[in-house]
Nanobody, 124 residues
Framework: QVQLVESGGGLVQAGGSLRLSCVAS????????MGWFRQAPGKEREFVAG?????????DYANSVKGRFTISRVNAKNTVYLQMNSLKPEDTAIYYC????????????????WGQGTQVTVSS
């Protein structure tokens, strides 16, 4: 049974940082594209960052987070991270981890497994 469990969300002031973690079980992330998506209240889910399978040498970011967020993975720990710096109130959302096979990293249909999400709230 595949399971993705996110953690690390919380309340932070604008300009602050958070690091989200996603621990996978039931699959070896080495062989999967891994992504982070987010959904703010009243908005559709949107792509945040993605890391290609194996060593994650290919990454992709939404324009809104480029230069502020970094996705990384430790395959040996079956864990993917999202380091978020210089947070803004508009980053407030539920953040979801996802695992998938081939396809573009920014497309949600690339991913077949999703976590339950972790809330990130950025106050102004």
């Amino acid at each position: 049974q595949v399971q993705l469990v996110e953690s690390g969300g919380g309340l932070v002031q604008a300009g602050g940082s958070l690091r989200l973690s996603c621990v996978a079980s039931g699959l070896d992330i080495t062989y999967y594209n891994m992504g982070w998506f987010r959904q703010a209240p009243g908005k559709e889910r949107e792509f945040v960052a993605g890391s290609s399978s194996e060593n994650g040498r290919s990454t992709d970011y939404a324009n809104s987070v480029k230069g502020r967020f970094t996705i990384s993975r430790v395959n040996a720990k079956n864990t993917v991270y999202l380091q978020m710096n210089s947070l803004k109130p508009e980053d407030t959302a539920i953040y979801y981890c996802a695992a998938g096979g081939g396809g573009f990293l920014y497309r949600s249909d690339t991913y077949g497994a999703w976590g339950q999400g972790t809330q990130v709230t950025v106050s102004s």
